[in-house]
């Protein structure tokens, strides 16, 4: 089956699903689920077919059509991407499928949702949340699955994940795992703390100001001026909030304003020159966009440059 690279599809927002009950009673009802039986693992019995083990042989079934066809398979994932309803008709094995409803307007079903999601994971390693999913998570987890969350959705299931939690045990929980996670998650934790858990969240975020880079981070995402950032700090800091764009699939443009804040091509340059000593992991990927589309020369020269001094760096630290 086709891949497709996670580096060109933006993080997709979460979707909603039924119960594993409701998605393997429309395998029953769909009109190939003749099929069904044939997918099946013949060592159970039928009485073993358990809803689970329904969805996992439908999901091979959809699997081996959708390969057969690409035409198919990016129908699908374009309907799933632009979640519209389509005009005109859809091509009918996917109606047959179940993964489309079969009277207008034409929208990807359930089944074609949870079957979209599965297929993305497989081929894009984007594995897009379900709401509901993270209320058992860690933090960590709750906000690397919170980063394509749209502000009313990640209010939601920051409800749910706080179920069983006062605010202040969970403010804590998120602030302590801040310095662990990537920047974009780093970033929404930071923005949890700040507006979505009262006055304890705001407490956690003061905790952290004195910490080394994570509380220069923090300082620079809440505009708290008053914490000084150490000049060890700052190459730490640009990329960090350059590669939360970078994660979230902005465009190269962003990532590049991002580093720019206004200066001209000599001071970019400048500034760029420093990154490398920063040790941030995601000092290569965000050099590698000022190189391959900032449109000054000199800044993309400089960042080139950082980029060698990085691997040289990088060897010498072993």
């Known amino acids: 089956m086709r891949s ?62 959708l390969a057969t066809d690409e035409g198919l398979l990016l129908e699908l994932i374009r309907m799933f991407l632009s979640r519209e309803p389509v005009a005109g008709r859809v091509p009918q094995t996917l109606t047959d499928l179940g993964l489309v409803r079969q009277a207008e307007p034409y929208t990807l079903s359930w089944l074609g949702l949870w079957v979209a999601r599965l297929i993305i994971a497989e081929t894009a390693g984007q594995e897009i949340p379900v709401m509901g999913s993270l209320a058992d998570a860690g933090a960590a987890a709750l906000l690397h699955g919170l980063r394509s969350y749209p502000e009313a959705e990640r209010a939601e299931e920051l409800a749910g994940w706080l179920t069983g939690r006062d605010a202040g045990q969970g403010a804590a929980e998120i602030a302590a795992a801040l310095a662990g996670v990537s920047p974009l998650s780093r970033a929404v934790g930071v923005e949890l703390l700040a507006t979505g858990l009262g006055d304890e969240g705001r407490r956690a975020l003061n905790g952290l100001l004195e910490e080394p880079r994570l509380g220069a981070v923090v300082a620079a995402r809440t505009g708290r001026e008053e914490r000084r950032t150490a000049p060890d700090e700052i190459a730490w800091v640009l990329v960090d909030m350059a590669a939360a764009l970078l994660e979230f699939g902005g465009e190269a443009g962003e990532v590049i304003e991002s580093i720019a804040m206004g200066m001209d091509a000599e001071e970019q340059a400048g500034t ?35 980029l060698r001094r990085l691997h040289g760096l990088a060897d010498t630290r072993g």
């Open 4 to 65: 497709y690279d996670d580096d060109t599809l933006p993080l997709q927002p979460p979707i909603r699903l039924p119960a594993a009950s409701t998605l393997a009673a429309a395998v029953r009802a769909a009109p190939l689920s003749g099929e069904l039986e044939a997918a099946l693992d013949p060592e159970h019995d039928r009485g073993a077919e358990d809803d689970a083990r329904v969805l996992e042989a439908w999901a091979e079934v959809c699997r081996t059509r």
């Open 272 to 306: 760029i020159a420093i990154l490398a000593f920063g040790d941030h992991p995601w000092t290569g990927r965000v050099l590698r966009v000022l190189i391959d589309h900032h449109p000054d020369e000199r800044v993309s020269a400089a960042a080139r440059k950082a």
